[in-house]
């Protein structure tokens, strides 16, 4: 099986990816169990991708419930070293309007039931995390995705459990913080992204106005769904434009987050916590 280069992860409505050579359909275990579903292999414009449905196909799973550690480390074993990742989000601003793309340069985190690291068990990591979404790989987004629609360059993407939408008061709330976009998949995603020293960046296509814009319909199932599909082609050129744009060598920190991050002493890490993690931590431990 050959190794993938670049990975992608789609979000609602994008669970397949069209247009692949050499396709193969692979199915992965993982010490933090399966990913979300089968992954697809194959070349895209002579390029080695990776494609997982983030919700598995038809939808199957709700956003607390993804098996984000078993995706990233699925990803990670072949061969990955960027993901660019779909995502359905509600805008906080006017000037970000339904079906714009917004490609974040920032995140908080709002969830508050989902495992955001793979370590623990005997072994403590601190990786950095002022930067979340790789320079290099935002920058290739926006130039995949010029001229295909309303682009906006940054923002701060709130991260709420879900599965509810927001209340009112929370959406004033996050407006009250200079939040741009708010949704429910970017974490722990890039968290765990960043531990396997993978650069991670989101498209992020606005669907609605979330519940604080007054003149607006409140959100629903049927405005988001609605609307996305209406994005999906879309985010299908990006993912076939951005193949022949990512560079095979980033100048960035991303590939090395764990290099000083690792704390506990090597001498008392449990050997069934290093033999798990020995994917991300082997080259740094041997």
């Known amino acids: 099986m050959t190794e993938a280069m670049l990975g992608f992860i789609g979000g609602s409505g994008l669970y397949d990816i069209e247009g692949l050579t050499d396709r193969q359909e692979v199915e992965l275990?993982?010490?933090?169990d399966d990913p979300s579903d089968t992954i697809v292999t194959g070349s895209?414009?002579?390029v080695r991708v990776a494609f997982l449905p983030r919700h598995g196909r038809g939808h199957r799973i709700s956003p607390t419930e993804i098996p984000v550690r078993a995706n990233i480390y699925a990803l990670k074993s072949l061969g990955v070293e960027r993901i660019l990742s779909v995502s359905a989000v509600?805008?906080?601003?006017?000037?970000l309007r339904?079906?714009?793309l917004v490609i974040p340069d920032q995140i908080i985190d709002r969830t508050k039931s989902r495992v955001s690291t793979f370590f623990g068990d005997g072994l403590v990591a601190h990786v950095g995390f002022a930067d979340p979404f790789c320079a290099n790989l935002r920058?290739?987004?926006?130039?995949?995705?010029?001229g295909l629609t309303t682009i906006h360059d940054g923002g701060t993407y709130v991260v709420i459990e879900g599965p509810q939408f927001s209340t009112r008061a929370e959406?004033?709330?996050y407006r009250s913080w200079g939040a741009d976009i708010i949704g429910m998949t970017a974490?722990?995603?890039a968290k765990l992204a960043r531990e396997a020293e993978i650069c991670y960046a989101t498209l992020a296509f606005v669907t609605d106005y979330d519940v604080w814009r007054e003149a607006e319909e409140d959100v629903s199932v049927e405005m988001v769904v609605a609307n996305l599909m209406k994005n999906v082609d879309t985010a299908r050129s990006?993912?076939?434009?951005i193949t022949t744009r990512v560079s095979p060598e980033y100048k960035c920190g991303c590939g090395t987050a764990l290099e000083t991050a690792i704390i506990t002493s090597r001498d008392l890490i449990p050997c069934e916590t290093r033999a798990r993690l020995g994917l991300l931590v082997d080259k740094y431990l041997d």
């Open 29 to 32: 275990s993982t010490p933090f």
């Open 44 to 46: 895209l414009d002579g």
């Open 90 to 95: 509600g805008s906080l601003k006017e000037e």
């Open 98 to 100: 339904p079906l714009d």
């Open 139 to 146: 920058r290739d987004a926006l130039d995949a995705a010029h």
């Open 171 to 173: 959406s004033a709330l």
């Open 187 to 189: 974490l722990p995603e």
């Open 238 to 241: 990006i993912i076939r434009n």
